[in-house]
């Protein structure tokens, strides 16, 4: 990414991509449901249209500016979850990481009901002492780091 001329793109389109994460300002990945989609898919549509731009830079940009919702993915990890080898912007399309933020979300959603078989926790109970272990990171970087601990190793296809 050559950022002398990727941060100029980024400001043409700072306005547009400020009205869109207002829109999803009180989402979270534990909140994101079907109806949402579309909010959540725009801001990366938008920053799929800046040049030298690819797709794990979006997904830190975005993590950067609602880091309780969106998560960071990079190429190793698109190809540990869509078995796809060629990483581009037409592939780690923004339909692909709404499929990879669901199966995210699944994931903590697992991890949070395994946790209450052992002890009758309430899920925000869960939810801080997943942060707290953590260093009281957010559920997406928690889960980023999961994908850095497993990187490499196959998932289940998201289809």
């Known amino acids: 990414m050559d950022k002398d ?31 949402k989609l ?29 880091p309780n919702l969106f998560i960071m ?9 869509f078995h796809i080898y060629t990483v581009n912007k037409y592939t780690a399309s923004s339909k692909r990481y709404i499929k990879f933020m669901l199966r995210m979300k699944d994931e903590i959603l697992e991890a949070i009901s395994t946790w209450n078989l052992s002890e009758n926790l309430s899920e925000n109970n869960i939810i801080n002492l997943f942060k707290q272990q953590f260093n009281n990171e957010t559920i997406p970087r928690i889960l980023d780091k999961y994908n850095f601990v497993t990187r490499g190793k196959k998932k289940t296809n998201i289809y």
């Open 38 to 66: 579309k909010s959540i898919e725009k801001p990366y549509e938008l920053l799929c249209n800046v040049k030298g731009l690819g797709p794990t830079g979006i997904s830190k940009y975005l993590h950067m500016h609602k």
């Open 73 to 81: 993915w990079d190429n190793q990890i698109f190809r540990d979850y």
């Open 5 to 35: 001329y990727v941060i100029p793109q980024l400001h043409k389109c700072i306005r547009n991509f400020t009205c869109l994460l207002e829109d999803i300002k009180s989402l979270n990945l534990i909140s994101l449901n079907k109806n």
